[in-house]
T-cell receptor, first 113, second 114 residues
Framework: GEDVEQSLFLSVREGDSSVINCTYT??????LYWYKQEPGAGLQLLTY?????DMKQDQRLTVLLNKKDKHLSLRIADTQTGDSAIYFC?????????????FGSGTRLLVRP | AAGVIQSPRHLIKEKRETATLKCYPI?????VYWYQQGPGQDPQFLIS???????DKGSIPDRFSAQQFSDYHSELNMSSLELGDSALYFC?????????????FGAGSRLTVL
């Protein structure tokens, strides 16, 4: 997406931690989201964070939010081969009455055995 | 739990033909969204409906139209198809009760234009 930027590719070894970064532009977004897409499949919601929070942890997933820098990250602990997928961050600017999601360009995560 | 159902899953058309994609949202969800995802691209918002009325419009070509019916299912109609229309088309639905607007996506319809 033109407003939300992500690095394109990340390769990690199985068992390591993965950190996927995202920079968004609309500081008024109340919530920020992470979605996962496996090859040829739909988008699956992983987690989301309220903009007043700095961190949210959900099992192996940790989301960090730096609102001042408009930077969002997703950390996956103990990365498994099944985590190989494309990860999209998304914002939902309140200026849009539909609260649609605007996606980043996606980060392809490859987990090596 | 019921999910978002899209049909057909795969569709092959010739240039200048017409295609119709269908979406059945999760029951009681009040908003439907359509997205287009080209090869290696992020999903791009096309159009949305809230309670059967168009609520927002994105980068949807004039050749495309959509509507939501009384039973809440939605259809995306694409005419005068071009090679560049080949993509995955996703439908998503959500329920606006406050808090995070969680979009639940269907598995997508893959359109190939030859």
């Amino acid at each position: 997406g033109e407003d939300v930027e992500q690095s394109l590719f990340l390769s990690v070894r199985e068992g390591d931690s993965s950190v996927i970064n995202c920079t968004y532009t609309d500081s008024s977004s109340t919530y920020l989201y992470w979605y996962k897409q496996e090859p040829g499949a739909g988008l699956q919601l992983l987690t989301y964070i309220f903009s007043n929070m700095d961190m949210k942890q959900d099992q192996r997933l940790t989301v960090l939010l730096n609102k001042k820098d408009k930077h969002l990250s997703l950390r996956i602990a103990d990365t498994q081969t099944g985590d190989s997928a494309i990860y999209f961050c998304a914002e939902s600017p309140p200026r849009d009455s539909s609260y649609k999601l605007i996606f980043g360009s996606g980060t392809r995560l490859l987990v090596r055995p | 739990a019921a999910g978002v159902i899209q049909s057909p899953r795969h569709l092959i058309k010739e240039k200048r033909e017409t295609a119709t994609l269908k979406c059945y949202p999760i029951p009681r969800h009040d908003t439907v969204y359509w997205y287009q995802q080209g090869p290696g691209q992020d999903p791009q918002f096309l159009i949305s409906f809230y309670e059967k009325m168009q609520s927002d419009k994105g980068s949807i070509p004039d050749r495309f139209s959509a509507q939501q019916f009384s039973d809440y299912h939605s259809e995306l109609n694409m005419s005068s198809l071009e090679l560049g229309d080949s993509a995955l088309y996703f439908c998503a639905s959500s329920l606006g009760v406050g808090g995070a607007n969680v979009l639940t996506f269907g598995a997508g319809s893959r359109l190939t234009v030859l």
